[in-house]
């Protein structure tokens, strides 16, 4: 599975912005799909997770009820949703698969395939 986020960008504090995740490879459908950031000085973090059908999700207490996980599975794609942003959720956002379905979705280590990063920067 190869992935490439994008939508990144600069944007005011309390703005919005979507980011996308394009998977290329037949079996994306069986994959969980996660979000992680990391903020310059700081280590990579979950942001949030979704199950392969869609039905369950899972965000980081820093972003719930800020940002919404999905996907299409139709379009390969696996979206972010990011709302009332605050300047430290500056950050380089990664996105990740994997097919492992056994531990917690906001394990790093579990995840076998990462995309190239996108940058979010949020003004105050």
């Known amino acids: 599975v190869q992935l490439q986020a994008s939508g990144g960008g600069l944007v005011q504090a309390g703005g919005s912005l979507r980011l996308s995740c394009a998977a290329s490879?037949?079996?994306?459908?069986?994959?969980?799909m996660g979000w992680f950031r990391q903020a310059p000085g700081k280590e990579r973090e979950f942001v949030a997770a979704i199950s392969w059908s869609g039905s369950s999700t899972y965000h980081a207490d820093s972003v719930k009820g800020r940002f919404t996980i999905s996907r299409d599975n139709a379009k390969n794609t696996v979206y972010l949703q990011m709302n009332s942003l605050r300047p430290e959720d500056t950050a380089v956002y990664y996105c990740a698969a994997r097919t492992n379905v056994y531990g917690g979705y906001d394990s790093q280590a579990l995840y076998d395939y990462w995309g190239q990063g996108t940058l979010v920067t949020v003004s105050s």
């Open positions: 490879g037949r079996t994306f459908n069986r994959n969980i």
